[in-house]
């Protein structure tokens, strides 16, 4: 059974929808693709899924032991390569203002956030650069 249905919806647009949910995700090409850049690209969507991946993946790991990720943020760059157009690197920026736990919990959520599915599965010449400010 699908998880997603797609659609070309013109001018560069597409639209996604998740169907168990019904949420909706429209993409544009960038501006320096030919695009208008009003909505994600589909290579933003692929570097703030790794993001999202890894904090949802610290998140379960943070509710085992009991711990509020409360005040996480994070901030992803990604960086195009031009020849081949293919993402050269994404850059993750995590921020977690008052953060809880022990230096041993601290670093067993930067290794779960690591070692999410999207990190795992994106291919290893796209680089994975991961800051914790924690």
Known sequence: M???KSSYEGNLRTKMVHLQS??????????????????FSPTDLVAAALGSCMVTI????A???????????WEIT???????????????TFHWENPQGTPSFHQK???????????LSLHPDIKQTVMFNF
């Not at 019904?22 to 909505?39: C, M, S």
């Not at 509710?63 to 943020?73: F, H, V």
């Not at 959520?109 to 990190?119: D, E, F, H, I, S």
């Open 58 to 61: 610290m998140g379960i790991v």
């Open 63 to 73: 509710n085992r032991d009991g711990i509020d990720l409360q005040g996480l943020s």
């Open 2 to 4: 699908p998880t997603i």
């Open 22 to 39: 019904g949420n909706e995700v429209i993409t544009d090409a960038p501006l320096d693709n030919n695009g208008k850049g009003e909505a």
């Open 109 to 119: 959520l930067k290794n779960a956030a690591r070692t999410c599915p999207v990190a």
């Open 78 to 92: 990604k960086i195009m390569q031009s020849d081949p157009r293919k993402i050269a690197e994404v850059i993750v």
